[in-house]
């Protein structure tokens, strides 16, 4: 079961928010005003427009037909720096289903296997010139053009499926068609925006949601079920983590964007009277979120504060959906003498998480990575998030009082910006009187053998209940069978690299470990043709920096991670120390062997050591769907710049039909030819 989405926020907080005056409250009020947070509204049924529809029918059982308005919306956002709430205008996802209060984050979207979903996705934003075929590749551009991605979910690529190929430009409406097979595994996925050009400046602004597939088959005797079974009857929280970077601008100048007001640290901020916007690439670069002071938002507030009862078990279904940050998630107890501050400057938070939120914080349970259960929930006190990630947890508090959420520090190279960040606070949790928990770890066990002997067929339970009792063993419930090395067809090979030897920097990918064969995005050029029932093992690799690695359709399965000293870090308890260097244990590998994802973090101690290499063998099956698809670093801003291939999955004695016939695929900038790369 679901957190009631109808928890009451504070009268004072709603008289903040009130978007229609467009006024900030007064800074006593918000300094004091508690941001209670909830689940994000589930995006409701709309109407198939007319031009679509052949016949006014209603949808089926089974169908399901949404609304998205992409249009700029006023509101405001809470600025922990000074205390108030800064004026926004920014391109957002809108509708009967968007929360009034809080727009900067999407409805959620839920579905079960079997289903299909269309989404009319309506484009009303200014028209923009820059959307038109005039020879924009990569760069920023088309800011007003979009499209949709379903991250995560396996299902059709092409025509008006999953297909990021395509530019949604402002005036038109497209009904985008998601038939989710039956046996697609339910799970925690999230949906954004990603037209090539303008993907991080709108998702920036806080166009991605929630997608949630729910599963009701338990597992048999010669088939693995969803762990909904089990977990059915838990409290359930989802958290979408964005960072929404806005900025406040001088006015323009001969028609050329301001620059940002900003401090001599770089701090952005921002006059009485001001409305802040995303309208520049130059708010996305190495160092420019943590150094603009802005708070990354959950469910889109600003150090909100959830509530729970001691003893609880819940379900957290984590997602980020955010840019470019790390986020290492501890929840720690915040000490009875700790005073929250009327004003929380990034300096001033990192203050207070030392002085009351410092110890190691308790332990959750991660049961699954990208919406995939794994086969051992992971006990730990910190999740490492690159952008793009999911994780779902079992979260219990063992005490009464509050906790804070932390953004903990990580090791440079572990990070998007290589910069070993400091702490900093998420939000809070405040936890009434309940039953009290000694121990963490039999406490969770306890709690889902009983949901098991409650739940689960009787054919399967003595197994279930058995895996439950050693170490928390989920293999009844993991959705896709291990490949092994004999299954493997093919090989594929990738680089992520960063060319800073020309004055215009290109972000780029190789088909080799060799970065001199790495070429920037084209859309006109096929980089990769792969086979329909094929089963390739990849190696990947960066050799400038670390990035996130994701590729649509079908997921993969990690087989080692390999250190520069030649340490296979993914194994559970590996100590990852980037090769061997003291004081540095970097948390997110270890554990990650035999996981399945869609996306992860191909970790670089390139350009500053050359020798710091790391080399991730994953594998993956190619199965049900042909068509052209994407692969790209989940840095967004990256993506934008280059970072990015087409992929194709085609039959295995044919083509795609239109690349065969030589006619141009939907592309992006309607190229007139389609060249394929060796």
């Known amino acids: 079961m679901a957190v009631s989405p109808k928890i009451p926020i504070a009268r004072l907080l709603l008289a903040g928010l009130t978007l229609a005056a467009f006024g900030a409250a007064p800074a006593s009020a918000q300094q004091t005003a508690e941001r209670l947070v909830s689940n994000p509204r589930l995006l409701g049924q709309g109407t198939a427009p007319q031009s679509l529809s052949v016949r006014s029918l209603a949808p089926l059982p089974h169908e399901r037909v949404l609304d998205l308005n992409i249009e700029y919306t006023n509101g405001q956002i809470y600025n922990p720096t000074t205390g108030l709430y800064d004026q926004v205008r920014l391109r957002s996802y809108n ?62 690529p092409a025509g008006n499926g999953d297909n990021v190929l395509l530019s949604i430009n402002p005036g038109v409406t497209f009904q985008y068609e998601y038939n989710i097979p039956g046996d697609h595994p339910a799970g925690t996925f999230w949906y954004h925006t990603h037209r090539h050009g303008s993907t991080a400046l709108q998702v920036s602004s806080g166009m991605a949601g929630a997608l949630i597939i729910r599963g009701d088959r338990p597992p048999t005797a010669t088939t693995t079920g969803d762990l909904d079974t089990l977990l059915k009857d838990l409290p359930e929280r989802v958290l979408v983590f964005q960072q929404i970077q806005y900025a406040c601008r001088y006015p323009r100048a001969d028609g050329v964007l301001g620059p940002i007001k900003q401090t001599a640290e770089n701090a952005y901020i921002c006059d009485p009277g001001d409305v802040g916007g995303i309208e520049g690439y130059d708010q ?79 332990s959750y349970f991660r049961v699954a990575a990208d919406g995939l259960t794994l086969a051992q929930a992971q006990g730990s006190n910190i999740s490492v998030f690159q952008p793009g990630y999911r994780w779902d947890a079992l979260t219990v508090f063992p005490e009464e009082g509050q906790y804070c959420l932390i953004d903990a520090s990580s090791p440079a190279a572990g990070s998007v910006n290589g910069d070993a960040p400091n702490p900093s606070l998420l939000g809070f949790v405040d936890v009434g009187p309940g039953t009290a928990v000694s121990d963490i770890s039999a406490y969770v066990r306890d709690a889902l053998v009983a949901a098991a002997d409650e739940t689960m067929p009787d054919d399967v339970k003595p197994a279930v209940v058995a895996d439950l009792r050693d170490g928390l063993k989920l293999s009844k419930f993991v959705p896709h069978p291990d490949i092994a090395a004999s299954e493997v067809t093919g090989h594929q090979e990738l680089t992520f690299f960063i060319d800073t030897s020309t004055a215009d920097t290109k972000f780029e990918v190789s088909n080799t470990l060799n970065e001199a064969d790495a070429h920037p995005y084209d859309p006109s050029r096929l980089d990769r043709q792969l086979s329909l029932g094929g089963v390739d093992e990849w190696t990947l690799q960066s050799h400038f920096v670390s990035h996130p690695f994701h590729i649509h359709v079908n997921p993969f399965q990690v087989v080692s991670i390999i250190d520069p000293a030649g340490n296979d870090v993914s194994l559970p308890g590996a100590l990852d120390n980037d090769g061997g260097l003291p004081g540095v244990a970097d948390p997110q590998y270890p554990g990650l062997k035999g996981v399945w994802k869609d996306t992860l973090w191909i970790k670089s101690l390139l350009p500053g050591d050359p020798t710091g290499l790391y080399t991730i063998t994953i594998r993956t099956r190619y199965q049900r769907y042909i068509g052209e698809f994407v692969l790209h670093c989940h840095i967004l801003d990256h993506e934008d710049g280059g970072m990015m291939q087409n992929v194709a999955i085609v039959l295995p004695d044919g083509d795609v039909s239109a690349h065969a016939a030589g006619a141009p695929p939907l592309q992006l900038q309607q190229m007139n030819t389609h060249t394929h790369k060796p």
């Open 95 to 156: 509708g009967t289903d968007v929360d009034p209060n809080i727009p900067y984050v999407s409805p959620t979207i839920e579905a079960v296997p079997g289903d299909t979903i269309r989404v009319n996705l309506h484009n009303k934003l200014p028209a923009d010139p820059t959307c038109a075929s005039d020879g924009h590749v990569d760069g920023p551009h088309c800011f007003n053009g979009t499209n949709l991605h379903t991250h995560g979910l396996w299902v059709n």
């Open 284 to 362: 996305f670069g190495p160092d420019t979120w943590p150094k603009s002071g802005r708070y990354t938002s959950i469910n889109g507030v600003v150090l909100p504060t959830f509530k729970t009862t001691q003893g609880q078990v819940e379900r957290w279904r984590m997602i980020h959906a955010g840019v470019r940050d790390t986020i290492s998630l501890r929840i720690v107890k915040m000490k009875p003498s700790a005073k929250l501050a009327a004003t929380f400057s990034p300096a001033e938070a990192q203050a207070f998480i030392q002085d009351s939120c410092s110890d190691a914080g308790i």
